[in-house]
C-alpha cells in the first residue's frame, strides 16, 4: 500500500515482529512510506487484520 496520508509517513505504525515458531510469525509495520507485512502460512488473516488496523489508525488523525 502506498499511503496517500502524511500520517504513514510520520511512522504512525511502528513495526512489529511477533515470532512464535518459524512458521508461525508475523512482521507489519510502515517502512519507506508504505505498509509491509510478512507472514507464515497460516497468519494472511492476521497480517490483514494488522494492515486494517493500521489504515484505521491513520484514518483517525487529524489532517
Do not use: Q, W
Not at 512482521?27 to 489504515?55: D, P, Y
Amino acid at each position: 500500500m502506498t499511503p496517500r496520508s502524511r500520517a504513514l509517513e510520520e511512522g504512525g505504525y511502528p513495526r512489529r515482529d511477533i515470532n512464535r515458531t518459524p512458521r508461525d510469525r508475523v512482521r507489519a509495520g510502515i517502512s519507506e512510506k508504505a505498509f509491509h507485512a510478512a507472514c507464515g502460512s497460516g497468519n494472511l488473516t492476521e497480517a490483514l487484520a494488522r494492515f486494517r488496523s493500521c489504515a484505521m489508525r491513520v484514518r483517525r488523525r487529524p489532517r
